[in-house]
């Protein structure tokens, strides 16, 4: 994914960004998802800040784009890092999403010295990487692969317990282990097709305000962001509509053959 264009801002360790990128390389992904939290509710109008504030905040969106989500292993065991907030990582990428698309970019170019298009394009880029990751975290097939695990797991308990290799008690500590695995999954993928229903809305209207009549780059980035050729349409449908600012997204023949009435 591209970075934002100032190579030397993130050496400098006073701004919150460098913070950002040394909680994801030591691999502390809540504290990194807490601190992201904190300095996205901190964030004040661009009209107050400078340059360097402005470069500070392309990089927290960069790196808010760039960092995985919370990933749970085989185990039965949720893991003790997150157990506080399991879709801290969800919230504060969807809440990053939302505030790239209240930014005023003509402004922004113009405290950092560069293009509109180059603003929209990074802006566009970490919006469809962030919607990208949590839809793709959204599986429709949860409850089946669910109930298969708990088969498999009520057999091995059985085994188990019957080899004398478990007491009744951690049999039943098995259970409650896998129960709240089953639980935590369920929450998280309920959370991922929330956030994701949510986010297109979002990211459609950033992209018809960023790239007014280019179809071709609307369509670059929605691709971006996960979604097939054959998706689009009823993506655009379902989310922006047509109108007079987003017609240019209906023409051409094939366009309009899949049209809703």
Request: with cysteine; hydrophobic share 35%.
């Amino acid at each position: 994914m591209e970075k934002p264009p100032y190579p030397d801002f993130i050496k400098h360790s006073q701004y919150s960004a460098c913070g950002l990128k040394d909680l994801l390389a030591q691999g502390r992904l809540e504290d990194f998802y807490k601190r992201s939290k904190k300095l996205l509710k901190e964030n004040g109008r661009i009209e107050d800040k400078n340059t360097e504030q402005c470069q500070n905040e392309l990089w927290t969106f960069y790196y808010i784009a760039a960092a995985p989500l919370f990933q749970m292993d085989a185990s039965p065991e949720i893991p003790a890092s997150w157990r506080e907030d399991k879709t801290l990582d969800y919230d504060v990428k969807t809440s990053a999403a939302r505030y790239i698309a209240t930014q005023d970019i003509d402004r922004l170019a113009a405290v950092l010295s560069v293009s509109r298009e180059k603003i929209a394009g990074l802006y566009a880029l970490y919006a469809a990487k962030i919607l990208h990751d949590i839809k793709q975290n959204y599986d429709p097939d949860l409850g089946e692969k669910q109930k298969r695990q708990l088969q498999e797991e009520e057999e091995k308990k059985r085994l188990l317990y019957r080899d004398r290799k478990i007491d009744i008690n951690q049999a039943n500590f098995r259970s409650i282990l896998i129960h709240n695995k089953i639980s935590t999954e369920d929450l998280r993928n309920n959370a991922a097709k929330m956030r994701t229903d949510s986010l297109e809305k979002t990211f459609l209207n950033l992209l018809v305000e960023y790239f007014p009549g280019n179809a071709a780059l609307v369509r670059k980035y929605i691709k971006l962001a996960g979604y097939s050729d054959k998706e689009i349409p009823d993506l655009i449908d379902r989310t922006v509509g047509r109108e007079p600012k987003t017609e240019f997204l209906y023409k051409g023949a094939g366009r309009k053959k899949r049209m809703r009435p």
